[in-house]
């Protein structure tokens, strides 16, 4: 091979050794992107797995979250005879939380006394407003006056992981971590296939470099 095609030959590898490189570092970038993905992907998992709910427990044990109903409005202001706990539901203005305005209003009672909320009786908007802060159930003493009461402080209040819930959100953590770990076997098979490329192509550059040193050694000899 001439000086002049050697010399062509090995700018033609060096342009390739320079494109394998970026492909390389692109891999290598996207790697580093899908690693924090994962990482999301886990910390969404384990706020998943830590999301708790509002289940009314009767027997005030808390031991399972199987077969206890949520905590609900309903519940909660419902009537004893019926199964209720005969509270009420305030904000944190002290107003009384209701579904709709009472026909006819109780004596000494005025619309300034009370808050409507019709999606008071949906469970997840309920607990949300209890746990958020924003409501409050409250309980008449055996002298006719309300006073607030903790969610702590009650023991048929049991806070606990629904299990299907729980399940649901580890079905769909793994199913997205499989699908993660295989583009990333994906990336480590192209950047070992681009590494095998590299480590070839610079063996024949290095083999060129030496014939391109030996024809410019021979070349100054003979005009030497």
Known sequence: MGLSASQARYLSLTARKNNVEYQVQQLTQ?????ANQMDSEAALWSDGMNIQHLYYDPEGTGSSTTD????????????????????????SYGRIVVTELPEPMPEGMTVENYVVEPYATQ??????????????????????????QSLEGLS????????????????????????????????????????????????EMDSIKKVIDKNIEETFKTFG
Request: charged share 30%; proline share 0%; glycine share 6%.
């Open 156 to 203: 048929f209040v049991y806070r606990g992981v629904d299990k299907e819930d729980f399940a649901a959100a580890n079905a769909e953590y793994e199913r997205k971590m499989e699908s993660l770990e295989r583009i990333d076997k994906k990336f480590d098979l192209q950047i070992q296939q681009l590494a095998t490329e590299q480590s070839a192509l610079e063996t």
């Open 30 to 34: 996207q790697k580093l992107l899908l």
């Open 68 to 91: 206890l109903q949520r905590l609900s409005y309903q519940i909660v202001t419902g009537s004893q005879a019926e199964g209720g706990l005969g509270m009420r539901v305030a904000d």
């Open 123 to 148: 469970a997840d908007y309920f607990e949300q407003n209890l746990k958020t802060g924003n409501w409050f159930m409250q309980q008449i003493d055996d002298a006719g006056e309300w006073h607030d």
